[in-house]
């Protein structure tokens, strides 16, 4: 058996990451500097212009301290 790719949903993903970094009291430009992400690309992530790679996807959600498990938020 194999894993299907999952298509994901960048507004969701977009809202739960700017409701999780905030509900942390990040600050935007300073976790992407922490996570060595441009500025602009975590604009794109947090308005569901771009979706971070998988590897970036897992930084980040490590960063936030949550999963990114599908259908669950954790903030």
């Keep these: 058996m194999y894993n299907k790719p999952v298509k994901v949903d960048s507004s969701i993903l977009a809202s739960r990451l700017k409701l999780c970094r905030e509900a942390r009291g990040i600050n935007k430009a300073t976790m992407a500097r922490d996570l060595n992400i441009t500025a602009s690309s975590m604009t794109y992530y947090e308005s569901g212009l771009a979706v971070p ?3 970036k996807l ?18």
């Design 53 to 55: 790679s998988v590897d």
């Design 58 to 75: 897992y930084a980040i959600a490590d960063y936030l301290n949550t999963s990114i498990e599908i259908g669950r938020a954790h903030v």
